[in-house]
T-cell receptor, first 111, second 108 residues
Framework: EPEVTQTPSHQVTQMGQEVILRCVPISNHLYFYWYRQILGQKVEFLVS????????KSEIFDDQFSVERPDGSNFTLKIRSTKLEDSAMYFCASRAAGGYTFGSGTRLTVV | LAKTTQPISMDSYEGQEVNITCSHN???????ITWYQQFPSQGPRFIIQ?????VTNEVASLFIPADRKSSTLSLPRVSLSDTAVYYC?????????WGAGTKLIIKP
């Protein structure tokens, strides 16, 4: 069964540092997403991406966040200057007709 | 954007059928209803999706009445490994709106 792959599985970073979270979506999917889940809380939408541009973004997705699909296979989420409150599980998802397929997530810990 | 409401938690026993009901009163005409399962520290996993009436796959059934303001996920003969959080979601305008989910605990 096709999978969405996320790397790294766990990243620890110091406050103020930049982080890049990587995702390899399913190859024939056209829609890509980032969600996050703070420990013990519900999943929150960050951004959707289609046709090489952002199609929707939430209030969480401020100027500190950016997404890129640099080479036609990877889909990255960059946080420019991390804050303590950015600590969460970050899930990448891709979508074709039918349901979404989520990756197993990157646990980001900002210290 | 349609919001969903579902029970915070449910308990059941191995071998039982479990039904989790979700309300989505302001669902729009083009919205689909989708259910996901999530284990701790893992990504959500797609279970089933439907628009109306009944949908069945190898793991679950989804019942949606004519007014589409609610839906029921049915898990036949649950096992201990079905202990997880179950999310009812409205697939709205290519964005999933997440609620708190239902924490299902299956007991031996």
């Amino acid at each position: 069964e096709p999978e969405v792959t996320q790397t790294p599985s766990h990243q620890v970073t110091q406050m103020g540092q930049e982080v890049i979270l990587r995702c390899v979506p399913i190859s024939n999917h056209l829609y890509f997403y980032w969600y996050r889940q703070i420990l013990g809380q519900k999943v929150e939408f960050l951004v959707s991406f289609y046709n090489n541009e952002i199609s929707e973004k939430s209030e969480i997705f401020d100027d500190q966040f950016s997404v890129e699909r640099p080479d036609g296979s990877n889909f990255t989420l960059k946080i420019r200057s991390t804050k303590l409150e950015d600590s969460a599980m970050y899930f990448c998802a891709s979508r074709a007709a039918g349901g979404y397929t989520f990756g197993s997530g990157t646990r980001l810990t900002v210290v | 954007l349609a919001k969903t409401t579902q029970p915070i938690s449910m308990d059941s026993y191995e071998g039982q059928e479990v039904n989790i009901t979700c309300s989505h009163n302001n669902i729009a005409t083009n919205d689909y209803i989708t259910w996901y399962q999530q284990f701790p520290s893992q990504g959500p996993r797609f279970i089933i999706q439907g628009y109306k009436t009944k949908v069945t796959n190898e793991v679950a059934s989804l019942f949606i009445p004519a007014d589409r303001k609610s839906s029921t996920l049915s898990l036949p003969r649950v096992s201990l490994s079905d202990t997880a959080v179950y999310y009812c979601l409205v697939d709205s305008n290519y964005q999933l709106i997440w609620g708190a989910g239902t924490k299902l605990i299956i007991k031996p």
